[in-house]
C-alpha cells in the first residue's frame, strides 16, 4: 500500500475490521439482484481462484466470487456498453466477476453465468447484467470432472 493512499477501514462480519486502499472500493449503483440499493464493495483476495465480494455498507453482506472474464468471453456474453451506472465504452478495460455457489466437495461448486458484474476499471464502477438465456447456465460448474 503506497504512503499517500487514502485508507479506510472496513468492518466484515467474516474478516472483523480491515484497512483498504481507497482505489480499491467499486461502486455498484443499481445493487445487485435480491439487494437493489446501490451498495459498495470491496474485493478480498482468497484461497485462488476465489476472492470475497465484501459490501462496505452491510458487514454481514459478502460473496465469494471468481475472475469469469474468461467464461463471459467463451458464452458471448456482451459487455454493458453504454450503461449509465458504470460509464463502460467500447475499447475501456472492464473486469467481470461471478458470484459461486460453494459445495461439498469444493470441485461441484458452480457459477452463476446468468448474471455476471462488469466493472469499469477506469472508475471502478460496476453493474449487475441479467441475461435472458439458458437456465443451465444459473449452476454452471465451475471445475471441469471426468
Known amino acids: 500500500m503506497k504512503k499517500s493512499e487514502a ?4 468492518r466484515s462480519d467474516r474478516f472483523g475490521a480491515v484497512e483498504v486502499e481507497a482505489s480499491k472500493v467499486i461502486q455498484i449503483p443499481s445493487g445487485l439482484v435480491g439487494y437493489q440499493k446501490p451498495q459498495t464493495f470491496v474485493l478480498f483476495d482468497y484461497v485462488p481462484p476465489f476472492h470475497w465480494l465484501q459490501s462496505i455498507d452491510d458487514p454481514a453482506l459478502a460473496f465469494v466470487v471468481v475472475d469469469g472474464t474468461e467464461l463471459v468471453r467463451q458464452f458471448d456474453m456482451p459487455a454493458p456498453y453504454g450503461d449509465q451506472d458504470i460509464n463502460l ?3 475501456d478495460e472492464y473486469a467481470v466477476i461471478l458470484i459461486v455457489t460453494l459445495k461439498e466437495p469444493v470441485i461441484e461448486s458452480t457459477v452463476n453465468l446468468l448474471a455476471p458484474i462488469f466493472i469499469n476499471l477506469k472508475n471502478r464502477r460496476g453493474v449487475q447484467v441479467v441475461y435472458d438465456d439458458d437456465i443451465s447456465k444459473i449452476q454452471y460448474r465451475l471445475f471441469k470432472t471426468n
Open 7 to 10: 485508507v479506510l477501514l472496513v
Open 89 to 91: 465504452k467500447e475499447g
